[in-house]
Antibody
Framework: QEQLVESGGGLVKPGGSLTLSCAASGFTFSDYYMSWIRQAPGKGLEWVSYISGSGGTIYYADSVKGRFTISRDNAKNSLYLQMNSLRAEDTAVYFC?????????WGNGTTVTVSS | DIQMTQSPSSLSASVGDRVTITCRASQTNIRYLNWYQQKPGKAPKLLIYGASRLHSGVPSRFSGSGSGTDFTLTISGLQPEDFATYYCQQSFPTTFGPGTKVEIK
């Protein structure tokens, strides 16, 4: 069955870096746009970034532009989010999702906490 | 960027009630309008895509409608498992609405 599993979350100090991974299985990964979405504690959903199947098209939310980098390795069926210059307001559960215009497959999320 | 608003922000309803949630976009050039259900501590689940298309496996009591800037999600006959938060979302660029929490009356 189609599945996404995030990993790489943790506790990091302000200004630090972290890389999240999302392992895909059960579908042809390279055929799909993929997105990262986050949810701060007690808050709503915020789209972070997406990447086309080939990796040639990438967009970021203004809140992370210049600090976060999305990438993918289709040979490894994996999606990544490199997060630099982390701030307290980046604290959230980060979800990856398959996104052909609607997010039909979601991972369970990985928690990122930015705190000194 | 397109902004999404939802109303109400929360509502109380009873099992069996018909519930309607409204989503409004700040611009008319929506590519996809989608609806999600999220329960506490869980990932969101897709309910409706393309404004009115029921995602596979979603009960038929959920329906979506609308066009232009105004969209609705209707739950016809609320069930105990439907108490959750509902989000609308438009795609490319992606924006979520602030959510509507459906609580038990």
């Amino acid at each position: 069955q189609e599945q996404l599993v995030e990993s790489g979350g943790g506790l990091v100090k302000p200004g630090g870096s972290l890389t999240l991974s999302c392992a895909a299985s059960g579908f042809t990964f390279s055929d799909y746009y993929m997105s990262w979405i986050r949810q701060a504690p007690g808050k709503g959903l915020e789209w972070v970034s997406y990447i086309s199947g080939s990796g040639g098209t990438i967009y970021y939310a203004d809140s992370v532009k210049g600090r976060f980098t999305i990438s993918r390795d289709n040979a490894k069926n994996s999606l990544y989010l490199q997060m630099n210059s982390l701030r307290a307001e980046d604290t959230a559960v980060y979800f990856c999702a398959r996104d052909p215009g609607y997010m039909d497959v979601w991972g369970n999320g990985t928690t990122v906490t930015v705190s000194s | 960027d397109i902004q999404m608003t939802q109303s109400p922000s929360s509502l109380s309803a009873s099992v069996g009630d018909r519930v309607t949630i409204t989503c409004r976009a700040s611009q008319t050039n929506i590519r996809y309008l989608n609806w999600y259900q999220q329960k506490p501590g869980k990932a969101p689940k897709l309910l409706i895509y393309g404004a009115s298309r029921l995602h596979s496996g979603v009960p038929s009591r959920f329906s979506g409608s609308g066009s232009g800037t105004d969209f609705t999600l209707t739950i016809s006959g609320l069930q105990p498992e439907d108490f959750a938060t509902y989000y609308c979302q438009q795609s490319f660029p992606t924006t979520f609405g602030p959510g509507t929490k459906v609580e038990i009356k």
